[in-house]
């Protein structure tokens, strides 16, 4: 009846055991689904600790958990990709500016040459 290569969260079938660590000293043992819900001194620490209940509270706890982590994940994705999209944006903006601020300052040396040859035959 053991079971190995599990997770260590406390969810097994009625009628299996229960792996859970006591909420003194975090010890883990293994005790009959019988005994979930009982406080049990434990056998490290010597103080009480209740075993969990482990189906259907945990596991509809963990199913709402996993629900809302779901949607977070969802939500989450969703800024992410309307961020990401504001910069594409903003980046392309970025790269226009750059190239006008490049023709202007061709712009400027030109005129500055034409300026410079105008004044240099005047003399
Ligand atoms: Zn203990």
């Known amino acids: 009846m053991q079971q190995t290569g599990g997770s260590t969260i406390s969810t097994q079938k009625p009628g299996n055991d229960i792996i859970f660590a006591c909420a003194q000293c975090s010890t883990s043992f293994v005790v009959d689904a019988a005994a979930a819900g009982m406080t049990l001194i434990c056998q490290s ?7 969990p209940k482990p189906d259907l509270e945990t596991a509809a706890g963990h199913a709402l958990k996993i629900s809302d982590l779901h949607h977070q994940l969802k939500e989450n994705e969703s800024q992410r990709t309307e961020i990401t999209s504001y910069i594409n944006q ?34």
Do not use: F, M, Y
């Not at 601020?101 to 300026?115: F, V, Y």
């Open 45 to 51: 620490c010597g103080k009480p600790t209740t075993v």
């Open 90 to 123: 903003l980046g392309i903006q970025l790269h226009r500016w750059q190239l006008r601020l490049q023709t202007l300052n061709e712009r400027q040396k030109k005129l500055e040459g034409d300026l410079a040859t105008i004044c240099g035959s005047a003399k």
